[in-house]
């Protein structure tokens, strides 16, 4: 399938934190992990779109629309297939290697939806 033959530039976990962090942050941390998994834990600024709903269409979030996109999951694999969908339909998306396991193995936090501490699912 042609969609997945361009590639989309990758991240490291530091220097996804860095890009999306602080009061003024130049990019938009985008969760693709499913809702359970959002729920269990993600990162405290991110916005949420499981991989799933864009690959039926859906939109990115209002808030992330025009801004460049850091593409986030669990280990790297579906946020890296999202950033190359986001960049087909002329997003600028990056993804991040490691996902939200090297996140919080980075010590980076993790919140859970009500806001407590939360896990990597």
Not at 24 to 52: M, N, Q, S, Y
Not at 80 to 96: N, P, S, T
Request: net charge positive.
């Amino acid at each position: 399938m042609f969609l997945f033959n361009r590639k989309a530039p990758r991240l490291s976990v530091a220097e996804a934190r860095t890009r999306t962090a602080g009061e003024r942050p130049e990019a938009v941390l985008l969760d693709v992990r499913e809702k359970p998994e959002w729920k269990a834990g993600h990162a405290p600024d991110a916005v949420h779109v499981p991989l799933t709903g864009l690959l039926a269409g859906a939109a990115v979030p209002v808030s992330a629309r025009g801004r460049t996109l850091v593409v986030i999951c669990r280990s790297g694999h579906r946020s890296q297939q999202a950033a190359k969908l986001l960049v087909e339909r002329g997003v600028d998306a990056v993804d991040v290697k490691g996902g939200m396991n090297a996140w919080a193995a980075a010590g980076y936090p993790v919140v859970s939806e009500r806001g407590n501490s939360g896990s990597t699912a």
